[in-house]
């Protein structure tokens, strides 16, 4: 006899068995083991069914509650048929009327393109399978930041809600041009100094700041990638240039606390606030591009064959074929500044999260990251040219437009001219004292410093700051920014590398490279946030700012200097990088003044290289031009000649005689002009086109840029609003003779 199973189920409960004995209940199929197996229930406790193995009993049979009559069977299955037909048809009905509109085109997919997103799921669900991801796992795929970046967005995010707080947000887009900005850097300065707990505003010393530079590594690393080389090849050679670089080599120690500053606290606080204004822009507007985005940073960069991009293809690593990385204006350090200080200040990642935090699932449309840079350069360098040429310039603001500057919107703060200005002549030579060069700033900063001031301080835009460059520090001179140890330490770097000989270059000792130009980029770039972090940490007036009440007198802003236009009666500068860079663009400034033109007239040649092509030639001993410019509506206190000078046979004999009067009357008849002579000052000097050069072997000619000023400030010779002045140009000696630029200004 087999064992028992008894198990408690509520549903026999109403099960009961007679007192006379066992009733026995047929199973509706055999139990296991026996095919004659009977259930028999017991009343013990009324809910217990015992399972016995019984031999000899009669067949099972079916319960009553299961059995059924054929009719009613059959029914039940005629039912259940009809409904499924019915479900059938009314699905046909409804995807035909759902498949096809009112002119017979069907807008559901057909079968077989069913049938192709069929498979197109079955790929994408094989594809989940095979790497199916946590939740955790999708978590971290899809936010995955570096320390530094995290460091970024905190502060980003919490200079947005300061900026709320303080009333600076929302931005003002009718801002005046000489805005204080002031506000903008004590608020970047605020947030950074309690983010990095510093309630007492200590200060920042140099061995703190070279930290933070030996701290982010990878990310300063990756930042360095050039924009064509989107597969980072050169990373491993580039790793190799950034652990050569020593900290004291990029941020040097001041030489003399007792020694005046190249930058000013003032300069500080301005270029610092630009770039905060500028992160509170895109902050506003969620990382969406806008029309009233406040504008970059803009910096200018002058120098000669090294700034233009000289050296560029020597490198101890191969270059990809047809890429821009070995072309002068894509390897100069100042394309490679901009892309440095962009990639750090607003990595793409760091972009991405702000598009997404504040813009939702507007992500600024097809913008890229170039869109929102927050520091924009234009090379402005040029070999032949000197400290004196790039001078004029920056005095009468001939610079060209700058290149992601659409036409029309060069207004407003930030627009024109650059906010700051770096002066790298000193390192187109090693060797050469500090000392023997000029520097731009000695030679605007004394006349800016005595121009007329007729307008309010907010409605014209301050001249730029200046930054001096050198590769050697010279003790008799203003404190610059020395970049030739940290070029000495990476071109070291270089030679060390493990490379086939096939590709190595010949680089000479001493001479700039393209780790030369990539270490300048990163010199420049730290020193300045060394400047901007030592301020912070000064602690001076960095209490959270309120947004001032700007009131601006329209009456007395009427014919002011607003500080972008140049403030010339007259001008033009030849070539690629200035405002008349063809022929007929000079003919153009030239002809409304003509009064008499005998041998001269605009051109461009390849002779004396591409950047000096183009500009004005006198053709012939005795050629004349005479230029008047009448009832003038500003002062004229200055003329600026820019010239070539030449070692080349054709140029070298040509010498020029300037004469201009000023202070006449020449638009009144012969009667006024004859009068006019009493009063009027004539002011004359002449220009040779000779050109020596020391040390020349006279294989190659030589070219170069001449600049001369006149200054009329402390003469009584000055032409006055009203009257009228005249510039007579002759060639006095010599075939031919070039003029690259004339300025006639304020």
């Not at 939740?135 to 530094?148: I, L, N, P, S």
């Not at 905190?154 to 887009?173: E, H, M, T, Y």
């Amino acid at each position: 006899m087999s064992g028992t199973l008894t198990n408690r189920v509520s549903r026999f409960g109403s099960l009961s068995a007679s007192k006379s004995g066992n009733k026995l209940i047929p199973l509706r199929q055999p139990h296991y083991g026996s095919p004659n197996t009977h259930r028999t229930a017991f009343d013990a406790d009324g809910d217990d069914i015992t399972v016995k193995s019984n031999t000899g009993l009669p067949p099972p049979y079916v319960l009553p509650c299961f059995r059924f009559r054929r009719k009613k069977s059959l029914s039940l299955v005629l039912i259940a048929m009809a409904a499924m037909f019915m479900s059938l048809f009314s699905s046909f009905v409804a995807y035909r009327t759902l498949g096809s509109s009112s002119d017979g085109r069907y807008f559901l997919p057909s079968a077989r393109e069913w049938g192709a997103d069929r498979e197109r799921r079955k790929k994408a669900r094989q594809g989940r399978r095979a790497y199916p991801p946590t939740a955790v796992e999708r978590e971290t795929r899809a936010v995955k930041y570096t320390e530094y970046e995290s460091h970024l967005l905190n502060f980003l995010f919490s200079l947005r809600a300061a900026g709320v707080n303080s009333s600076i947000l929302p931005l003002n887009d009718r801002e005046p041009l000489g805005q204080d900005m002031g506000m903008y850097t004590n608020l970047g300065c605020s947030v950074w100094n309690d983010l990095h707990g510093n309630q007492k505003m200590i200060e920042y010393n140099r061995d703190q700041t070279r930290q933070l530079w030996s701290s982010y590594l990878p990310t300063i690393l990756q930042a360095s990638r050039h924009a064509d080389d989107t597969a980072y090849v050169h990373k491993n050679w580039t790793a190799t240039l950034l652990e050569s670089l020593s900290t004291e080599s990029i941020l040097k120690d001041p030489p003399n606390e007792d020694k005046e500053e190249a930058v000013s606290i003032k300069d500080i606080v301005r270029i610092t606030g630009i770039i905060v204004r500028r992160l509170l822009g895109i902050l506003q507007n969620g990382g969406k591009l806008s029309a009233t985005l406040p504008p970059p940073l803009r910096i200018a960069v002058f120098g000669g064959p090294t700034v233009e991009g000289k050296g560029c293809h020597k490198a101890n690593v191969k270059i990809p074929l047809g890429s821009i990385m070995a072309n002068p204006t894509f390897c100069a350090f100042p394309y490679r500044l901009e892309q440095f200080i962009n990639a750090i200040l607003m990595p793409p990642a760091v972009l991405t999260q702000l598009r997404r935090t504040l813009g939702g699932r507007d992500h600024g449309g097809n913008a890229s990251g170039d869109d929102f840079r927050l520091v924009e350069v234009i090379n402005l360098g040029e070999e032949g040219t000197g400290s004196e040429y790039s001078s004029a310039i920056v005095l009468n603001r001939m610079y060209p437009p700058f290149g992601n500057v659409q036409a029309g919107t060069i207004t407003g703060y930030g627009g024109g001219p650059p906010d700051l200005v770096i002066d790298a002549y000193g390192i187109d030579a090693y060797g050469k004292e500090a000392s023997e060069m000029t520097n731009i700033y000695d030679a605007v900063g004394k006349l800016l410093s005595r121009m007329p001031r007729r307008c309010l301080k907010e409605n014209s835009k301050p001249p730029p700051v200046i930054v001096r460059v050198v590769l050697e520090e010279d003790a008799h001179t203003l404190t610059s920014i020395v970049v030739g140890d940290a070029i000495d330490d990476v071109e070291e770097g270089e030679t060390s590398l493990n490379i086939l000989h096939s590709e190595r270059k010949s680089i000479e000792a001493g001479t700039f490279g393209m780790a030369g130009h990539i270490a300048t980029a990163w010199t420049l770039a730290f020193n300045l946030a060394s400047l901007a972090i030592s301020h912070c940490g000064l602690g001076e007036n960095m209490s959270r700012p309120q947004k001032p009440i700007r009131r601006i007198n329209n009456a007395a802003s009427a014919g002011c200097d607003n500080g972008i236009d140049p403030p010339c009666i007259f001008s033009f500068l030849a070539g690629p990088k200035g405002n008349a860079p063809r022929p007929s663009a000079i003919a153009s400034s030239l002809i409304p003044f003509i009064v008499e033109n005998t041998g001269w007239l605009p051109e461009s040649d390849m002779t004396t290289g591409f950047a000096r092509k183009t500009g004005l030639v006198g053709t012939g001993e005795g050629a004349t031009m005479t230029l008047l410019f009448r009832n003038i509506t500003r002062s004229v206190r200055r003329l600026d000649v820019v010239t070539l000078r030449s070692t080349s046979q054709a140029w070298k004999d040509g010498v020029v005689k300037f004469a201009l009067v000023t202070g006449g009357d020449f638009s009144h008849g012969r009667k006024a002009a004859e009068a006019s002579t009493k009063i009027a000052t004539e002011s004359s000097f002449t220009i040779s086109a000779d050109l020596i050069v020391d040390g020349w072997d006279g294989k190659e000619d030589k070219h170069v840029s001449y600049h001369f000023g006149l200054d009329l400030i402390d003469g009584e010779n000055s032409g006055g609003v009203g009257s009228d002045v005249l510039l007579r140009m002759t060639l006095t000696k010599g075939v031919r003779f070039k003029i690259l630029g004339l300025m006639l200004c304020e």
